[in-house]
């Protein structure tokens, strides 16, 4: 999403109108879902995509027609099995997408393009609401979650008061007996802290950082905590393991990565972890390191409640041997975990 709104904001820039594509619902099996999304120039390029084949190509061709008139627009594209075959696609399943004209003209646009990319540069909960009730006479604001708990309640929009539902972890469409609303998740809050910056690390940091997650690497060896090592990190601290707590604040929205050099490291980590409101706790080893470092941890009054907090073995079980094979199994499954799966 950055991209794109980084693309839209250096087009407007340029004097370029766009068409803004956007799938705001998505029912049954579709290639893209809510959130894809796509731009496209009057010269015909397009950057992004909401899920390639007969969809986005129909949508392509409608959204140049629908930029030299000027205008914006809601479409479906039904993928039932009736249709399938004259789209050209075996999924079933339907879409609906906006069309969204954006004049080169638009100063408030181009404002909150800014302010939307500015957004990814701090660590909190931030929405995109698109007000679509009027598709040609559409409105767009940020809402950040500071500014919503000041206020008790979001505003800004014409017929948003009270609607706090609105503003989940996935994209949502609503419409009520006078408004529709496309709410987006923009960045959703949450600090991957890896402790141990070991081979693993290094394959796993670029990524989560290209996946959207802020990454900070932690270790007590310098030739592992540091930016040549970790370009795409946050940031990286050097410093021991005795007291996490007094190098960083770990929030409910952040994800502990467990994987030191030794046991006894990875034991200090996880006794500090269980203390935090974590979000995730994944912890790298053995089924027998696992249970030996569990067994010190009862003895020192953590029960089976606790202990349930830890992802263990980490990642998702795909049979993961190298560094870069296990860095993709982690990285999945807090994928999973920050798309609200069951197990997170």
């Known amino acids: 999403m950055k991209q794109i709104l980084e693309k839209v904001l250096d087009l407007l820039e340029r004097g370029d109108s766009v068409e803004l594509v956007t799938i705001v619902a998505g029912y049954g099996s579709t290639p893209r879902g809510a959130g894809a999304r796509m731009v496209v120039t009057a010269d015909g390029e397009t950057f992004g995509t909401i899920g390639g084949g007969a969809v986005e190509y129909q949508s392509g061709l409608l959204a140049a027609e629908l930029l030299q008139e000027k205008t914006s627009c809601i479409r479906e594209y039904q993928l039932t099995k009736e ?8 999924c079933g399943g339907h879409v609906v ?3 969204q004209y954006v004049d080169a003209g638009r100063e408030d646009f181009r404002a909150l393009c800014g302010e939307a990319v500015a957004a990814f540069g701090r660590d909190e909960n931030s929405w995109l609401v698109t007000d679509m009730t009027d598709e040609n006479g559409w409105s767009m604001k940020l809402y950040r979650e500071s500014q919503m708990a000041a ?5 800004g929009m014409d017929g948003i008061d009270g609607m706090e539902n609105l503003f989940e972890s996935k994209p949502k469409l609503t419409k009520t007996e006078t408004r529709t609303f496309y709410c987006e998740p923009l960045v959703q809050a949450g600090t991957v802290y890896i402790f141990g910056g070991g081979h693993v690390s290094q394959e796993l940091v670029p990524v989560l950082s290209h996946l959207g997650f802020p990454c900070v690497v932690y270790d007590d060896r310098e030739e592992f905590a540091n930016p040549e090592t970790f370009p795409t990190a946050k940031r990286t601290i050097l410093s021991d393991f005795e007291d996490i707590a007094g190098k ?8 502990l990565v467990i994987m030191t050099r ?24 053995s089924r027998n390191k696992i249970r030996t470092i569990n067994e010190k941890l009862r003895e020192e009054g ?8 830890f992802h263990t073995p980490i990642g998702l079980p795909i049979l993961a041997q190298t560094p870069a094979e296990i860095a993709i199994s982690i990285a999945g499954e807090l994928v999973y975990v920050r798309a609200g799966g069951e197990d997170a």
């Open 248 to 255: 960083i604040a770990i929030t409910e929205h952040d994800y």
């Open 302 to 309: 953590f029960d089976d409640s606790d202990l349930s907090r």
């Open 151 to 155: 206020t008790a309640a979001p505003d």
């Open 97 to 99: 997408v906006y069309f």
């Open 83 to 90: 249709q399938v075959a004259g789209l050209g696609m075996i």
């Open 262 to 285: 030794g046991h006894q490291y990875d034991y200090l980590i996880q006794r500090q972890a269980l203390k935090t409101p974590a979000r995730y706790i994944g912890v790298m080893g």
